[in-house]
């Protein structure tokens, strides 16, 4: 059987592995998830843009009781128009929502899938993608959060580790291209994340130049010019968050009941159970 055949065999078989994890969102209802109004707003908010010629809107303009707020301006913007844009084809934001979801939970589980069979073998690329669908973490996200922005972080984060290392390996300047296309949409997904994938990325990258590479000048050229490329191309996103955030009060983000301190767990939650969301 073709190579090629083989993988698109391991793909459908991923998709039926994640479809329980899907089920409830073969649906046109919402979630009663913490944060799941919060991403129809946005998409509903999203299209009354689009109606009005705005493509690409930095205000939402009916959010906030009629008041607006530059919410696509600073805060991550994928997600929401991946569902927007589901949601104006299927006539139904709720709909194009979950489905949203739905795609993203699954193209996951195949990005772990494509990196691990490319460093174990297809076994373990299976394993790892069953574990990455089916992490609590990940079903946490979804059906209690419902952080779709972060949760689509983790679509990019396996993507990124696999270009980075073809590229540290081979200094190929295709595999550059993934590194381009991967760091883009992760910095386009969830702020947080994207500083954090970013780091663990570059650090990754250069530990394999360093010790598993011969030809190193071509490789961290090539990771270096990927890496300024990508930040580059989301220069749209992250300049507005970098010169204009006195305008807004972005400390509130890191502060109060969103201050990282807060959610350490003590040791008598640990056995008894917490119920608590994080930030």
Same mark, same amino acid.
């Given at each position: 059987?073709?190579?090629?055949?083989?993988?698109?065999?391991?793909?459908?078989?991923?998709?039926?592995?994640?479809?329980?994890?899907?089920?409830?969102?073969?649906?046109?209802?919402?979630?009663?998830?913490?944060?799941?109004?919060?991403?129809?707003?946005?998409?509903?908010?999203?299209?009354?843009?689009?109606?009005?010629?705005?493509?690409?809107?930095?205000?939402?303009?009916?959010?906030?009781?009629?008041?607006?707020?530059?919410?696509?301006?600073?805060?991550?913007?994928?997600?929401?128009?991946?569902?927007?844009?589901?949601?104006? &084809?299927?006539?139904?934001?709720?709909?194009?929502?979950?489905?949203?979801?739905?795609?993203?939970?699954?193209?996951?589980?195949?990005?772990?899938?494509?990196?691990?069979?490319?460093?174990?073998?297809?076994?373990?690329?299976?394993?790892?993608?069953?574990?990455?669908?089916?992490?609590?973490?990940?079903?946490?996200?979804?059906?209690?959060?419902?952080?779709?922005?972060? &949760?689509?972080?983790?679509?990019?984060? /396996?993507?990124?580790?696999?270009?980075?290392?073809?590229?540290?390996?081979?200094?190929?300047?295709?595999?550059?291209?993934?590194?381009?296309?991967?760091?883009?949409?992760?910095?386009?997904?969830?702020?947080?994340?994207?500083?954090?994938?970013?780091?663990?990325?570059?650090?990754?990258?250069? &530990?394999?130049?360093?010790?598993?590479?011969?030809?190193?000048?071509?490789?961290?050229?090539?990771?270096?010019?990927?890496?300024?490329?990508?930040?580059?191309?989301?220069?749209?996103?992250?300049? /507005?968050?970098?010169?204009?955030?006195?305008?807004?009060?972005?400390?509130?983000?890191?502060?109060?009941?969103?201050?990282?301190?807060?959610?350490?767990?003590? &040791?008598?939650?640990?056995?008894?159970?917490?119920?608590?969301?994080?930030?």
């Amino acid at each position: 059987m073709p190579a090629r055949s083989k993988s698109v065999i391991f793909c459908l078989f991923l998709v039926l592995l994640a479809l329980p994890a899907t089920w409830p969102l073969w649906t046109d209802k919402l979630l009663s998830s913490v944060d799941m109004i919060h991403a129809l707003v946005r998409i509903v908010g999203l299209l009354r843009c689009w109606e009005q010629g705005h493509v690409m809107s930095r205000w939402l303009p009916d959010i906030f009781f009629g008041y607006g707020y530059p919410i696509l301006n600073y805060y991550s913007l994928f997600f929401f128009y991946v569902g927007a844009g589901l949601s104006f &084809f299927l006539g139904n934001p709720v709909l194009g929502l979950n489905l949203a979801l739905v795609l993203v939970h699954l193209a996951s589980g195949m990005g772990m899938f494509w990196l691990t069979s490319r460093m174990w073998g297809r076994a373990s690329g299976i394993i790892a993608a069953i574990v990455y669908l089916y992490a609590p973490f990940h079903l946490y996200e979804i059906y209690y959060r419902g952080a779709c922005a972060e &949760f689509t972080a983790y679509l990019f984060l /396996p993507l990124l580790i696999l270009a980075v290392r073809e590229v540290a390996l081979t200094g190929s300047a295709r595999w550059g291209a993934g590194v381009v296309l991967s760091l883009t949409g992760l910095i386009l997904s969830h702020n947080i994340m994207a500083a954090v994938g970013t780091s663990i990325a570059l650090i990754y990258g250069c &530990f394999v130049i360093i010790f598993a590479t011969r030809e190193r000048q071509r490789s961290f050229l090539v990771l270096g010019a990927s890496f300024v490329l990508a930040i580059g191309l989301t220069a749209f996103f992250w300049m /507005p968050i970098v010169f204009e955030h006195s305008y807004v009060m972005l400390s509130r983000l890191v502060g109060g009941g969103f201050d990282y301190s807060q959610h350490f767990l003590s &040791f008598q939650e640990i056995l008894g159970g917490w119920g608590g969301w994080g930030a």
